[in-house]
């Protein structure tokens, strides 16, 4: 390699470096912690909201606290698939997920919500979901998720989990005009 010919490939690898780095951080799981809170200690906020697309909040399989996850959650602000278990998911997230455009979402939502009377399907947490996992058993006379959901504007795809009881599916499928999938697990 000729001498003269090093800047400019030095400025080519910056280059790519710029454009390939944030496909590294892409998709952010907590159990990747110690990376991410690495980087989050040399890279810009900006960053994070540009290049960060789908978060897991594993409140099960990590060490993060509480505040390591809102932290984490707080400058991931361009998430549009997200999904948290264990300790992380509860009400305190509302608030941060609300500014967000979630897309995507995975929860329990009587956790997400605190108890089964306070699930708020009117949230603006959930104003632009498509696609939402419901973590929660829906089982006969189920008063609390099902009858709103109809009232979520963007929802496209559903997933509940394992024996939802038929008259509940018809009723989802007549009521919810736009469902193009629904999935039981």
């Known amino acids: 390699m000729h001498p003269s010919t090093i800047p400019t490939l030095l400025r080519v690898a910056r280059r790519v470096l710029i454009w390939i780095e944030p496909l590294l951080y892409r998709v952010v799981c907590s159990n990747k912690h110690l990376a991410i809170l690495s980087a989050m200690k040399s890279k810009p906020p900006a960053f994070f909201h540009n290049a960060v697309r789908h978060l897991l909040l594993d409140g099960i399989s990590t060490d993060w606290t509480m505040e390591e996850a809102y932290i984490v959650l707080?400058?991931?602000?361009?998430?549009?698939?997200f999904s948290a278990i264990g300790k992380f998911s509860n009400p305190s997230l509302l608030p941060i997920l609300s500014v967000m455009r979630i897309q995507r979402m995975a929860a329990c939502l009587e956790v997400l919500f605190g108890?089964?009377?306070?699930?708020?399907?009117?949230?603006?947490?959930?104003?632009?979901?498509?696609?939402?996992?419901?973590f929660d058993e829906i089982g006969p006379g189920e008063t609390n998720i099902c009858p709103h959901l109809p009232?979520?504007?963007?929802?496209?795809?559903?997933?509940?989990?394992?024996?939802?009881?038929?008259?509940?599916?018809?009723?989802?499928?007549t009521n919810c005009p736009r469902l193009e999938i629904l999935v039981v697990l």
Do not use: E, W
């Open 115 to 134: 108890d089964p009377q306070s699930i708020d399907l009117y949230h603006r947490a959930f104003s632009s979901i498509t696609h939402l996992d419901i």
């Open 74 to 81: 707080g400058l991931c602000k361009g998430v549009i698939n």
């Open 151 to 173: 009232i979520l504007p963007a929802l496209t795809h559903l997933c509940l989990s394992k024996d939802v009881p038929r008259d509940i599916m018809q009723g989802l499928l």
